[in-house]
């Protein structure tokens, strides 16, 4: 079942990469980026780190904590995510149980439709990025991402498309203004 805007967010616990517990979105009194990404070794997802990385002064400015999730080892994702070196605390989910908490699904149909739809895409996350995909990990695991209010609830839930298809940089920035301003919630 997909999540939407004004759901609670589902809470968890999770131990990052680093060995350090991720508390719940949301009660830290910050908002939460909680991003469920594919594989470690998935250029497109690489390109998303990367852009999340070049936001970091923006989104610190809103106080705003990213959580990346990854369907792979801790091995892969140190490998390969970890080359990048984000400023974020990323889970290593392989039994996708937090993907299933929160509504995320395959799709070999979203797998598939990037390399007709964007190309170009495609082309950015491998040649331009430097980034050589790890076909042997492939998934048909599709992104989504959440932006999550300190009270928990969710302002923002994108369901990737295809598997570049990630929330808009200036949605994010947009739902950001009205939950710092006190605003409504960002549909």
Same mark, same amino acid.
């Given at each position: 079942m997909?999540l939407?805007?004004?759901?609670?967010a589902? +809470?968890?616990?999770?131990?990052?990469?680093?060995?350090?517990?991720?508390?719940?979105?949301?009660?830290?009194?910050?908002?939460?980026?909680?991003?469920?990404?594919?594989?470690?070794?998935?250029?497109?997802?690489?390109?998303?780190?990367r852009?999340?990385?070049?936001?970091?002064?923006?989104?610190?400015?809103?106080?705003?904590?990213?959580?990346?999730?990854?369907?792979?080892?801790?091995?892969?994702?140190?490998?390969?995510?970890g080359?990048?070196?984000?400023?974020?605390?990323?889970?290593?989910?392989?039994?996708?149980?937090?993907? %299933?908490?929160?509504?995320?699904?395959?799709?070999?149909?979203?797998?598939?439709?990037?390399?007709?739809?964007?190309?170009?895409?495609?082309?950015?996350?491998?040649?331009k990025?430097?980034?050589?995909? %790890?076909f042997? +990990?492939?998934?048909?695991?599709?992104?989504?991402?959440?932006?999550?209010?300190?009270?928990?609830?969710?302002?923002?839930?994108?369901?990737?498309?295809?598997?570049?298809?990630?929330?808009?940089?200036?949605?994010?920035?947009?739902?950001?203004?009205?939950?710092?301003?006190?605003?409504?919630?960002?549909?």
């Amino acid at each position: 079942m997909r999540l939407q805007a004004g759901d609670k967010a589902p +809470e968890f616990l999770a131990t990052d990469i680093d060995g350090n517990s991720q508390a719940p979105p949301g009660s830290e009194g910050s908002p939460v980026l909680l991003t469920f990404f594919r594989h470690a070794g998935c250029p497109m997802c690489n390109l998303r780190t990367r852009e999340l990385i070049l936001a970091k002064s923006k989104l610190d400015r809103y106080g705003v904590k990213v959580m990346g999730v990854f369907e792979s080892s801790e091995k892969n994702i140190r490998r390969d995510v970890g080359r990048l070196d984000p400023p974020f605390p990323i889970i290593s989910d392989r039994e996708r149980k937090l993907y %299933k908490l929160y509504g995320v699904a395959p799709s070999w149909i979203g797998f598939v439709s990037i390399f007709v739809v964007k190309p170009w895409r495609v082309y950015v996350a491998i040649v331009k990025n430097r980034f050589i995909p %790890k076909f042997g +990990e492939a998934t048909p695991m599709m992104p989504a991402e959440f932006l999550i209010a300190p009270d928990g609830e969710i302002k923002l839930a994108y369901y990737g498309r295809d598997i570049g298809d990630h929330l808009p940089l200036p949605d994010l920035f947009k739902a950001l203004n009205r939950i710092s301003s006190g605003g409504e919630s960002a549909d």
